[in-house]
Structure formats: structure tokens, C-alpha cells
């Protein structure tokens, strides 16, 4: 393989996977509260519908981002009154938002199947982007994946090193025992909560505006599912979501870079190769059940009535 071809499918890989980071760090968060929610696929659809419909309406790209966040936002935020507020169950809860969130997305975006946009530009940043390979791959981007890599770092140093992302961790281990050393639990899970929506919609948002430019039904493709199992392979750790979303990138185009070198396999069969990764991950993590209940908050997906 010869160093453009490597160039390239390494571009490629940060391309694929900046929708699985961006949506993990942002259900990482939300973890972390002691919150499950398994709504990412529908909030990512209601994001990139939402954003594209406005980026196409208005002109404004950067529009089409805001209103994609605020739609995963607002998507969050039936969750969050389900499974915080009414202590619902949470699994059941994050089900149903993503059924809701593809039908009403699938609804908002009929009229706007076929049409496309011309997408974000590429922006060079001087001098670092003339270091060879490693230069193309991260900084002649666009400026939604600058914006993850931003994301990265200030979810890693919110959870390693501040007190909000210690808060963060209490209420995710011990809601009763935070409550009774005055943190406020239920508005600690909103936040995370929407934090998460948010996130779930920017990426929605990402897949629409930047990745291919265009609305389709179910676009997502089961990348928010992929999502919620890489929180899990990465234990909660942010450096590991970053490392298992450009990892689950390579394998989303392992099938191109194949047929580029001449490969008669099935496309079908490799456009299959993430999901088979994550099942393979999920029967390796099953081996070692300790190791995974350790980093768990403890908290995750049970409900939380204060007072009782």
C-alpha cells in the first residue's frame, strides 16, 4: 500500500468514524449519570433531518448545525421527563424514542429526499497540515471534524479533571448518597441528558450536512446502536470511545478500500463487517464480565425516585 492510498483511507476512517464519536461521547456523558439511553438512533435521525431541512431552507450551514443540535436537544428531553422525571423505565424509554424519532423523521423529510447540498469546505490549518499523512488526516478537515476532536478533549478533561465531571461521577454511583450531600441529582441527569441529545444531533447533523450531504430515510444505518456498544467496549473512557470510533470507521470502509485494491469479495458480506465487530466485541467483553462491572456506574439504568 503506498502512502497516498494509506493517506486516503486513513482520511476516510477519521471521516467514517466522527459520527460515532461525536454520538458516543455524547451517551458516555449520560452514562456517567447513571442514565441509559437507547435513543441515539432516533435522535441522530431527528438531528440530520432537522439540520438539513434548515441548511437547504436557509442557505446557512452553520444554521443547519444549530438546529440539528437543538432538535437532538429537544428529542432528549421527551426522554429525559420518561426516565428522569417519571422514573420510567429506561430501557423501554430510549426504545421508544427511537421508533418515534425515525417515523417523525422519515415524515419531515419526505418532501426533501433526492435533494442534496454542497457541504462543508476544507480548511488547512498552516503548517500542520503539511506534515505528511498524519497532516491530511487530521487538519485539512472539516470544520465539524475539528469540532469532535474539540468535543474529545473537553469531555476528557470534564471527567478526569474537574469538579462538575465528579458531581457527574457521584450521581452516576450513588444518587441517594449524592442527594444527601446536596447535589442536585435530577438536574445533574438533565443536563447529562441533554448533553447527550445534543451531541446525538450534531452528529445526525454531520452525517447530513458533511459525510453525504444529502436526506435519506434511515441514514444513520444503525450507527447509534454501534454507538451505544462502543461506550460499553470502551468501559466509560473517553480516550478509548475516541480510539474504537475512528477503529469501527476503518471497518465501515474496509469494503471500499478492498474493492479499490481489486478484492472480489460481496460487498454485501463486508458492508456486514461492523456489525460483525461488534458482535464479536460483545462475546470477548462477555468472557470477562468482572473487568466490565467494575468501571459501570453503578446507578446505570435504574430509576431514581428521590425521597422514597
Not at 198 to 222: D, K, V
Amino acid at each position: 500500500m503506498d502512502m497516498v492510498l494509506l493517506t486516503n483511507v486513513l482520511a476516510a476512517t477519521v471521516l467514517a468514524g466522527t459520527p460515532l464519536l461525536l454520538v458516543a461521547l455524547g451517551e458516555l456523558v449520560c452514562e456517567r449519570s447513571g442514565v441509559l439511553n437507547l435513543g441515539q438512533e432516533g435522535m441522530m435521525l431527528m438531528g440530520a433531518v432537522a439540520g438539513f431541512i434548515a441548511a437547504l431552507t436557509s442557505g446557512s450551514m452553520a444554521l443547519g448545525v444549530v438546529v440539528g443540535i437543538l432538535a437532538g436537544i429537544a428529542m432528549s428531553m421527551l426522554f429525559a421527563f420518561m426516565a428522569v422525571t417519571l422514573a420510567a423505565n429506561q430501557y423501554a424509554a430510549g426504545l421508544a424514542l427511537t421508533i418515534f424519532g425515525t417515523g417523525l423523521s422519515a415524515f419531515m423529510g419526505a418532501g426533501f429526499v433526492g435533494q442534496s447540498l454542497p457541504g462543508f469546505d476544507r480548511i488547512a490549518i498552516p503548517l500542520l497540515s503539511d506534515i505528511p499523512v498524519l497532516g491530511r488526516v487530521l487538519f485539512n478537515q472539516d470544520p465539524l471534524i475539528y469540532a469532535s476532536l474539540v468535543m474529545f478533549v473537553m469531555v476528557y478533561v470534564f471527567l478526569r479533571h474537574s469538579r462538575g465531571g465528579l458531581l457527574l461521577r457521584a450521581v452516576g454511583e450513588a444518587p441517594e448518597a449524592a442527594t444527601a450531600n446536596g447535589i442536585k441529582v435530577i438536574t445533574i441527569r438533565y443536563l447529562a441528558v441533554a448533553f447527550g441529545g445534543g451531541m446525538a444531533g450534531l452528529a445526525g447533523a454531520y452525517l447530513s450536512l458533511a459525510y453525504t450531504p444529502m436526506w435519506t430515510e434511515n441514514m444513520t444505518s444503525g450507527r447509534g446502536w454501534i454507538a451505544l456498544a462502543l461506550v460499553v467496549f470502551a468501559t466509560w473512557r473517553p480516550e478509548r470511545v475516541l480510539l474504537g470510533a475512528y477503529l469501527f470507521g476503518a471497518a465501515s470502509i474496509l469494503h471500499l478500500v478492498l474493492q479499490g485494491l481489486g478484492w472480489r469479495v460481496s460487498t454485501d458480506l463486508l458492508a456486514m463487517l461492523p456489525y460483525v465487530v461488534t458482535i464479536a466485541m460483545l462475546v470477548l467483553l462477555s468472557w470477562n464480565p468482572a473487568r466490565t462491572r467494575l468501571n459501570t456506574p453503578l446507578s446505570l439504568g435504574q430509576p431514581y425516585r428521590p425521597g422514597r
